[in-house]
C-alpha cells in the first residue's frame, strides 16, 4: 500500500446550521498529484484551510506526514507550501523584497534560493516592480513561488492557475508535473475546470456541496 | 495643558529649559499618542487589509507573535520619536538660546516615550476590536488625548483619582513633579487638587507596567479571536 502523506478522517466543519464541509474523507498518495475538483462554493477551499491548519475543523482530523496538524503545526507547517484563495503579500514591496521576508522567517538556510523560486515561476529578480503593480498572474506566479521557497515536501495550491494566461497554464501544469516527477514532491490542487485537474492529477476528488466524491485514479 | 501654556521670557538658560519643557507638552505627550496609533492601526490591519496574515500562519507565525512584535516596534517608535524630539529641542535652544541640557532631561524624555506608549496601548484595544478604519483610530486618539488635557483644566472640579487612572494627565503630571522637584517648573502656580495628585516616579512606573501588561495580554487575546 502507498504511503499516505496527507490522510482526512470524517473532516466536517459548519457555519452556524450550514455544512461547508461534510465527514470528508481524503487520501494523498506520496509522490503523486491530488485534484481536488469543484464548484465554485463547493468547500476546496475549506478543505485546504484544515488541512493547514488555519481553519478549525467542527469534527474530524487531518493526519500530514501521519501526525494530527493541530497538535503538530510547528513540526508539520515548515514541510507544506501552500497557496490558499487569493495570494496575501505586501503591497509596498516588491515580490522579491516580499519572498526574502518569508525566506528569513522560514530560516531558509540557501542565499539563492528567492533567485531560483522567482525563475521556476518565471519572475524577474530584483525587480523594482512594487507587488501592488503587478498583473494578477504575476501575483499568482509570485503566490506559487513562495509556495516552492523553501523546498517543501507537499504543496497544498488553491486554483494555482488563477489568472494565468494560456502559456502561463502550460507552463505552471510543467512545471508542477516536473516537482512531482523529478523532484518527488507530493500536490494537492484545486481547480473548478475538469480539463485542468484531469490532465495533470495522477488522484482525483470530486467535492460536491461540501461532500466528497468517490474517488477515482486517472 | 500643564506644561503647555508658558511664555517664552528670562535668560537664554531659562528660555532653553522653556523649549525643552514645551517639547515635552506638544511634541511628546500632545503627538505622540496621534503618531503611536496611527502607526499601530497600519501595524495591526496590514495584514488584514492585504490578505497576509494566512501567508504567515502557516510560516508559522502566530497570532501572539505576531502581536507582540508589533508592540515592540510600537515601543521602539514611541522611543525613537521622543528621542528625536528631545535631540531637535536640543538643537534649537542651543542655536537660538544656550545649551543648559540637565543630566536628567533624556531620562524624563525616554521615561515619557514608554509610558505615553503604554497609555496609548488602550485605545488600540478599542481598534483591534472594533477592526475600524484608520480614520476610526484618529479621531477615537485625538479625542483622548485632548480630553486628557482638558482634565488638567478641569481640575477643581474632578476628584484627583481621575488624574491618576487617565495615563496621559497621570505621565504629564509626573513629568511636572519632576521638573518641579528639579526648579525648572513652579508648581504653585498649579491648583493644589492637582499638586496633589502628582505621582511618584515607583507609582507611576508600576501603573503603566500594569495598564501595558493588561492591554497586551487583550490584544493578544483579541487579535486571536479576530484573525480565526
Redesign the interface.
Known amino acids: 500500500m502507498d504511503e499516505l502523506i496527507i490522510e482526512t478522517k470524517g473532516l466536517t466543519k459548519k457555519y452556524g446550521e450550514q455544512y461547508a464541509v461534510k465527514n470528508v474523507d481524503i487520501h494523498v498518495r506520496k509522490n503523486t498529484i491530488y485534484g481536488l475538483l469543484g464548484r465554485n462554493g463547493a468547500g476546496k477551499t475549506t478543505i485546504m ?1 484544515m488541512m ?3 481553519t ?1 475543523p467542527t469534527a474530524g482530523e487531518v493526519r500530514i506526514f501521519g501526525k494530527d496538524i493541530r497538535k503538530n ?2 513540526e508539520i ?2 514541510r ?1 507550501g ?1 497557496l ?8 509596498n514591496l516588491t515580490g522579491t523584497e516580499n519572498l526574502k521576508i ?1 525566506a528569513e ?2 530560516g531558509v538556510p540557501q542565499k539563492d534560493a528567492v533567485e531560483k523560486a522567482l525563475d521556476l515561476v518565471s519572475l524577474p529578480y530584483k525587480d523594482k516592480k512594487l507587488y501592488v503593480e503587478y498583473s494578477l498572474g504575476m501575483k499568482q506566479r509570485l503566490g506559487i513561488a ?1 509556495a516552492i521557497l523553501h523546498d517543501p515536501e507537499l504543496l497544498i495550491l488553491d486554483e494555482p492557475v488563477n489568472g494565468l494566461d494560456p502559456i502561463g497554464i502550460a507552463e505552471m501544469k510543467k512545471l508542477l508535473r516536473q516537482l512531482c516527477d523529478k523532484r518527488g514532491k507530493t500536490i494537492v490542487i484545486s481547480s473548478h475546470i475538469l480539463s485542468e485537474i484531469q490532465l495533470i492529477s495522477d488522484d482525483i476528488g470530486i467535492i460536491d456541496n461540501g461532500v466528497l466524491l468517490p474517488h477515482c485514479s486517472c | 495643558m500643564l506644561l503647555l501654556n508658558r511664555r517664552a521670557s528670562g535668560s537664554p538658560a531659562q528660555l532653553y529649559d522653556e523649549l525643552y519643557i514645551n517639547s515635552i507638552g506638544t511634541g511628546i505627550q500632545f503627538l505622540l499618542p496621534i503618531v503611536i496609533s496611527i502607526l499601530a492601526t497600519i501595524l495591526f490591519f ?2 488584514r487589509d ?12 502566530t497570532s501572539r507573535q505576531l502581536v507582540l512584535t508589533k508592540i515592540t516596534i510600537l515601543f521602539l517608535s514611541s522611543t525613537l520619536f521622543a528621542l528625536v524630539t528631545h535631540l531637535l529641542s536640543m538643537v534649537l535652544g542651543s542655536v537660538f538660546f544656550s545649551y543648559n541640557e540637565s543630566p536628567e532631561y533624556i531620562l524624563i524624555t525616554l521615561a515619557n516615550g514608554i509610558f505615553i506608549a503604554c497609555g496609548t496601548l488602550p485605545l488600540i484595544i478599542l481598534n483591534v476590536s472594533f477592526s475600524r478604519t484608520y480614520v476610526f483610530s484618529i479621531l477615537i486618539t485625538v479625542f483622548y488625548t485632548v480630553l486628557s488635557f482638558f482634565l488638567v483644566a478641569l481640575s477643581p472640579f474632578l476628584p484627583k483619582t481621575v488624574f491618576r487612572f487617565v495615563p496621559i494627565t497621570s505621565t504629564t503630571l509626573w513629568t511636572a513633579g519632576v521638573l518641579g522637584k528639579m526648579g525648572k517648573l513652579n508648581l504653585e502656580m498649579y491648583e493644589a487638587n492637582l499638586r496633589s495628585a502628582i505621582p511618584s516616579t515607583l507609582n507611576i512606573s508600576i501603573y503603566m507596567v500594569v495598564i501595558g501588561t493588561v492591554s497586551i495580554i487583550i490584544i493578544v487575546k483579541l487579535y486571536e479571536r479576530w484573525e ?1
Open positions: 484551510k493547514l491548519g488555519i478549525k503545526e510547528k507547517l515548515p507544506i501552500n490558499i484563495e487569493n495570494p496575501g503579500f505586501y503591497p518569508f522567517l522560514r513562495l | 496590514t495584514e492585504n490578505d497576509t496574515f494566512k501567508a504567515l500562519r502557516t510560516v508559522p507565525v480565526s
